[in-house]
């Protein structure tokens, strides 16, 4: 079912479950952004998404895997706006830094330090997001609930990065109700930063099998890739 459908149709059907969810939830139409996440995807596939569906926001998890995706000449006229959501190792903030309008996926202040001061100076401030461990999983990428206000303050002064929101990956689960826990607490952090008096805007939550449970919880921006283009091998 999945196969035979086309690339448009798939974006088409995603694009209507996110309106649909944004009803259901009392979320104002339009208020939930589609990060295509195009980690495996060809080139190719991503300028058809990009030319028959105006599909422009583009997530990557790799910089090695990303960086002929994003400098492709058939990509070039596409005005793509690439995110990088992968796990940051210090050795590739540089070349993120240079080539990416967003990250998602920060989580230590090193790391942060490194891509505030390797933004080049002809490109406007590097959005980020924290990821947070919100299902606090040994081993799983993301700060700490307890740690979050402290590095949240912290990168939030850094002069070429903008503080955006949270983002976060919770551990799979299939039950709607049971999906929206995460996101609930990862809203409640946001909203805590927020009293704090940072001024966020981004809630980057939701992957195929739940954003309709983290767009009914307050996401702001879903990062869907299976659903658009197949299961990955
Ligand atoms: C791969 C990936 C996604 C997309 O996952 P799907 O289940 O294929 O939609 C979203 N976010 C991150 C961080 C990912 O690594």
Redesign the pocket.
Known sequence: MHATQSLANRIEAVRERIARAEIRYGRAPGSVQLVA?S?TVPVETIASACRECGQTRF?E?YLQEALPKITAALLQECAIEWHF??PLQSNKTQGVAARFSWV??VDRLSIAQRLSAQRPAHLPPLDVCLQVNISREPGKSGVALTHLPELATAVAGLPHLRLRGLMT?PAPCHELEQQRLPFHALRAAFDDLRARGLMLDTLSMG???DFEAAIAEGATLV?????IFGR?A
């Open positions: 996440v980690k997530g998890n959501i992968g998602h996926s990956i992957m195929s099998e990062r869907v890739g299976s659903a990955r």
